[in-house]
C-alpha cells in the first residue's frame, strides 16, 4: 500500500498472491483485519538540522523522495515495518536465528530458537510472550511446529489452505522445529534444491526477520 500524492488521500491498494486466493474463494475468508505501514523508500539520512532556511525545512529532502509503488512480492518490499516501541528507545530491537541461511537435506530436522536484541535494554532477550513463524510454502516440509508458549492456534487455519494447494503455515512459540518433506515428486526430474522462507515476529517488540530455506534431494 502506497499513498501516491501526499496533498491528496489517494491510497494504491494491491492484493497479496494470499489475498488474491482468498478473495477468488468468494466464501467470506477474504477479511481485511489487520494492516502494516513500512518506509522502505525512506533514507533519514537526509534530514539536515543544518538547513539553511530553517526547522521548517529539515525534513524537505526526505519529504520530497518518490513513494514506492505498491506490489505484493513481501521479499521486496515492506521489508522496513514500522512498529510501536516505549519512549526513548535509543535502538531499534532485531530478531536474530543465528543464521541467514537455512539448508535442510530431506527428511532432516532442525530447531531454531529466536533472540530478540537490543530490546528493554539488554543486549539479547527472548520475547515473554514468544514469536510467531511463518513458513511461506509449507508443501516443503512435511512438520512444522512450535513449542514454549501455551496458546490457540494462530489465527484461522483454514486460511492455510485454498483449493487444491496448502500455503502458508504459522506457529506460535519460542522455539520452533522443521523437518524437511520426503516428497520426491516435489523436485520434478532435474531440481536438485527447493527454497522457501521462513519470517519470525516478535510478539512483544515487533521486531521481524525472514531468511531463506533451502531443501535439498537426498
Same mark, same amino acid.
Given at each position: 500500500?502506497? =499513498?501516491?500524492?501526499?496533498?491528496?488521500?489517494?491510497?494504491?491498494?494491491?492484493?497479496?498472491?494470499?489475498?488474491?486466493?482468498?478473495?477468488?474463494?468468494?466464501?467470506?475468508?477474504?477479511?481485511?483485519?489487520?494492516?502494516?505501514?513500512?518506509?522502505?523508500?525512506?533514507?533519514?539520512?537526509?534530514?539536515?538540522? @543544518?538547513?539553511?532556511?530553517?526547522?521548517?525545512?529539515?525534513?524537505?529532502?526526505?519529504?520530497?523522495?518518490?513513494?514506492?509503488?505498491?506490489?505484493?512480492?513481501?521479499?521486496?518490499?515492506?521489508?522496513?515495518?514500522?512498529?510501536?516501541? +516505549?519512549?526513548?528507545?535509543?535502538?531499534?530491537?532485531?530478531? @536474530?536465528?543465528?543464521?541467514? !541461511?537455512?539448508?535442510?537435506?530431506?527428511?532432516?530436522?532442525?530447531?531454531?530458537? +529466536?533472540?530478540?536484541?537490543?530490546? !528493554?535494554?539488554?543486549? /539479547?532477550?527472548?520475547?515473554?510472550?514468544?514469536?510467531?513463524?511463518?513458513?511461506?510454502?509449507?508443501?516443503?516440509? /512435511?512438520?512444522?511446529?512450535?513449542?514454549?508458549?501455551?496458546?490457540?492456534?494462530?489465527?484461522?487455519?483454514?486460511?492455510?489452505?485454498?483449493?487444491?494447494?496448502?500455503?502458508?503455515? /504459522?506457529?506460535?512459540?519460542?522455539?520452533?522445529?522443521?523437518?524437511?518433506?520426503?516428497?520426491?515428486?516435489?523436485?520434478?526430474?532435474?531440481?536438485?534444491?527447493?527454497?522457501?522462507?521462513?519470517?519470525?515476529?516478535?510478539?512483544?517488540?515487533?521486531?521481524? =526477520?525472514?531468511? +531463506?530455506?533451502?531443501?535439498?534431494?537426498?
Amino acid at each position: 500500500m502506497a =499513498i501516491l500524492n501526499p496533498t491528496t488521500v489517494t491510497v494504491d491498494a494491491v492484493l497479496t498472491t494470499k489475498g488474491r486466493e482468498l478473495l477468488a474463494r468468494n466464501d467470506g475468508s477474504f477479511q481485511i483485519t489487520q494492516f502494516s505501514l513500512a518506509d522502505d523508500e525512506i533514507d533519514y539520512t537526509l534530514y539536515n538540522p @543544518s538547513h539553511p532556511s530553517g526547522s521548517a525545512f529539515y525534513g524537505e529532502a526526505i519529504e520530497n523522495m518518490p513513494v514506492i509503488q505498491a506490489f505484493p512480492n513481501d521479499t521486496q518490499i515492506m521489508r522496513y515495518k514500522l512498529v510501536t516501541l +516505549p519512549r526513548g528507545t535509543s535502538r531499534m530491537p532485531v530478531i @536474530s536465528l543465528g543464521s541467514t !541461511l537455512i539448508t535442510l537435506k530431506q527428511g532432516a530436522s532442525l530447531t531454531i530458537t +529466536p533472540q530478540t536484541l537490543n530490546y !528493554l535494554g539488554a543486549t /539479547s532477550t527472548f520475547e515473554a510472550n514468544g514469536y510467531v513463524a511463518t513458513i511461506s510454502d509449507i508443501r516443503l516440509l /512435511s512438520s512444522f511446529t512450535g513449542t514454549g508458549i501455551t496458546s490457540t492456534t494462530v489465527g484461522d487455519p483454514s486460511l492455510n489452505t485454498t483449493t487444491g494447494a496448502v500455503l502458508s503455515k /504459522s506457529a506460535l512459540g519460542t522455539s520452533f522445529t522443521m523437518t524437511g518433506t520426503t516428497v520426491n515428486t516435489l523436485f520434478g526430474t532435474s531440481l536438485t534444491t527447493l527454497a522457501t522462507t521462513i519470517t519470525v515476529i516478535g510478539r512483544d517488540s515487533g521486531a521481524r =526477520i525472514t531468511i +531463506p530455506i533451502n531443501i535439498t534431494k537426498a
